[in-house]
T-cell receptor, first 111, second 115 residues
Framework: GEDVEQSLFLSVREGDSSVINCTYT??????LYWYKQEPGAGLQLLTY?????DMKQDQRLTVLLNKKDKHLSLRIADTQTGDSAIYFC???????????FGKGTKLSVKP | KAGVTQTPRYLIKTRGQQVTLSCSPI?????VSWYQQTPGQGLQFLFE???????NKGNFPGRFSGRQFSNSRSEMNVSTLELGDSALYLC??????????????FGSGTRLTVV
C-alpha cells in the first residue's frame, strides 16, 4: 500500500544546515511535497518536486529526489529559529490522487 | 488575495452530537479537500469535492459526510460524535485538485474536541 515514512525529530543549531529525510512507497507518485506546520496553524506548502526531477532549489531550500530508492530529502540552509516547526513530506499518488502524508518531522533549532 | 478560511476555529461538542464545519476556498479554486489530523494517526484524507461533486473519498465511516456549494464553499458534517473524532480538521483548496499539480493551500483548521 501507500506509505510515507519520516523520522520524528531533528535538532540543529542556528546557522547550520538541516536535512529532513522521507521515504515513500508509491512508485507511481507524480508529485512530492514538503509542507511546514507551525503550532496552532495549518499546513504551509514549502515546495514540491515532479517525479522526473532529481533536484529543485528555492532560496534556502533544496529538495533532492532519488526515485530509484524512493527517497526524498529537504535541506534547509542557514537554519533559523523561525524554521522550528513540523515538516511533512507528502506524495500525490495512488488511485485517488489525494495527498498521503508522513507523520512529520519536528525540527528544533537551538540558538 | 484571501486564503482558505475555516470556521469555527475551535469547537467543543459532547458525544452523540453532530457537528458541521465550514471551509471557504481561495477565490477561483474549485477543489476542496478535507483532512483529519490527530497525534496518533497523523494526517488522513477524508474526501475531496470538485464542482459540487464528491470526487474522492478516504477510508472513514459514513458518519463523516460533506458537500460543496455552487460558490465552491464546502461543509463537512460528523454525526453521532465519538471521543476519537477529536482532531484538527483541515481544509485545502486547489485549482484543479487531483488532476493537476496545483499545490493545495490549507486553512488554519478547526480544532474539534469531543467530551
Amino acid at each position: 500500500g501507500e506509505d510515507v515514512e519520516q523520522s520524528l525529530f531533528l535538532s540543529v543549531r542556528e546557522g547550520d544546515s538541516s536535512v529532513i529525510n522521507c521515504t515513500y512507497t508509491d512508485s507511481s507518485s507524480t508529485y512530492l511535497y514538503w509542507y511546514k506546520q507551525e503550532p496552532g496553524a495549518g499546513l504551509q506548502l514549502l515546495t514540491y518536486i515532479f517525479s522526473n526531477m532529481d533536484m529543485k532549489q528555492d532560496q534556502r531550500l533544496t529538495v533532492l529526489l532519488n526515485k530509484k530508492d524512493k527517497h526524498l530529502s529537504l535541506r534547509i540552509a542557514d537554519t533559523q529559529t523561525g524554521d522550528s516547526a513540523i515538516y511533512f513530506c507528502a506524495e500525490r499518488g495512488g488511485s485517488q490522487g489525494n495527498l498521503i502524508f508522513g507523520k512529520g518531522t519536528k525540527l528544533s533549532v537551538k540558538p | 488575495k484571501a486564503g482558505v478560511t475555516q470556521t469555527p476555529r475551535y469547537l467543543i461538542k459532547t458525544r452523540g452530537q453532530q457537528v458541521t464545519l465550514s471551509c471557504s476556498p481561495i477565490s477561483g479554486h474549485r477543489s476542496v479537500s478535507w483532512y483529519q489530523q490527530t497525534p496518533g494517526q497523523g494526517l488522513q484524507f477524508l474526501f475531496e469535492y470538485f464542482s459540487e461533486t464528491q470526487r474522492n473519498k478516504g477510508n472513514f465511516p459514513g458518519r463523516f459526510s460533506g458537500r460543496q456549494f455552487s460558490n465552491s464553499r464546502s461543509e463537512m458534517n460528523v454525526s453521532t460524535l465519538e471521543l476519537g473524532d477529536s482532531a484538527l480538521y483541515l481544509c485545502a483548496s486547489s485549482l484543479e485538485g487531483a488532476l493537476r499539480n496545483y499545490g493545495y493551500t490549507f486553512g488554519s483548521g478547526t480544532r474539534l474536541t469531543v467530551v
